[in-house]
């Protein structure tokens, strides 16, 4: 009774396929409009190789969402096809047990073997890994983003904002914070419904976004209201960004899901040259120029100024005595 050869066998296969992959190539060299014969020719060469590195190049593909996981991950996928791939040059290389007897008496065989064994369960492991990150990942993500325009909500804003000021506190350099109202957005709501005021902040968020940069913070604070922090930025592109917002959300909302919303919205920007305020101070200053803004017929860009600060605090001091004069009294009105 014949043994089965299971060494000769496995080397003969690997041998074949090599060949026939090259024929395939070859005859689609021939003739290139026959693009089937080169797909089949590629997988004979390729096989688990083309496969792990596919699955590889997907990881690496995806590496935006920061896993650490993902690169082991990568290097064990794109090793095991390397690997996978060089077992025809190893069989012709490597020593060949002359027995074949013994499946593991070959070199190469312990080799491709013991690695295979490995990966089964490095990538299990790995993947199962993996899938525990992310699930983190996205908890504390979703902390951080706002549900309806996926931007930064306002935590995150805030606590992104602060840390990139500290680190710029040592190479100061000028740095734009803008506060950005959509202008009567309750009236949009009551006239076109809430779902279309939803759509309205998502565009908002969509048109803003595409005028920053990947260097500058953009975020939700809540409602209808939006900050920006733009990093080494000087007064002129800080009014160019708010004005290239304020006119492609007016574009982009003159209709809206067939309805002629016409939204529009009111900026207010602060420029800072130094590393004395920090993001709540430069908010709070951007506030004034907003309100300038909002007070002076809205959907217009206003520069915060010391002027225009003192300007508000004298209104403000005014309504305030205004309020507590007793012609504005409830008991003085009735009493009159």
Not at 144 to 173: H, S, V, Y
Not at 254 to 264: Q, W
Request: proline share 3%; charged share 20%; net charge neutral.
């Amino acid at each position: 009774m014949t043994n089965l050869d299971v060494n000769t066998l496995f080397l003969v296969s690997i041998y074949v396929e090599a060949i026939l992959g090259l024929l395939l190539l070859f005859a689609w060299v021939q003739n290139t409009s026959i693009k089937a014969v080169a797909w089949w020719g590629f997988a004979h060469l390729l096989r688990a190789a083309a496969y792990t590195w596919a699955t590889a190049w997907e990881f690496w593909r995806g590496r935006s969402e920061s896993l650490v996981s993902r690169w082991p991950a990568i290097f064990t996928l794109f090793a095991h096809g390397a690997l996978y791939l060089l077992r025809t040059p190893f069989g012709a290389m490597l020593p060949w047990s002359p027995t074949g007897n013994q499946v593991f008496e070959s070199v190469w065989m312990t080799v491709l073997s013991f690695e295979a064994l490995l990966f089964t369960i490095a990538i299990a492991f790995i993947l199962l890994a993996m899938a525990k990150e992310r699930t983190e990942y996205r908890h504390k993500t979703a902390a951080l983003i706002d549900p309806l325009t996926g931007i930064a909500n306002r935590r995150a804003f805030l606590q992104d904002g602060e840390a990139q000021l500290k680190r710029q506190a040592i190479d100061p350099r000028p740095t734009a914070v803008m506060l950005l109202d959509l202008d009567n957005f309750k009236s949009i709501n009551d006239r076109f419904g809430h779902a279309i005021g939803d759509r309205v902040l998502e565009i908002f968020a969509e048109e803003a976004s595409g005028c920053m940069r990947r260097m500058d913070f953009f975020g939700r604070l809540g409602g209808e209201e939006f900050a920006a922090l733009l990093l080494d930025t000087t007064r002129e592109r800080a009014m160019a960004v708010g004005e290239d917002i304020r006119a492609r959300f007016a574009a982009a909302t003159r209709d809206v899901e067939g309805r002629p919303v016409a939204a529009t919205v009111s900026v207010g920007v602060v420029i800072s040259h130094d590393a004395v305020l920090d993001l709540s101070a430069l908010l709070a200053q951007a506030d004034h120029a907003l309100y300038r803004a909002k007070d002076s017929s809205r959907n217009r860009v206003e520069i915060a100024s010391i002027e225009l600060i003192l300007d508000r605090a004298k209104r403000g001091a005014a309504d305030l005595l205004a309020a507590g004069s007793p012609a504005a009294t409830p008991a003085a009105k009735t009493a009159a």
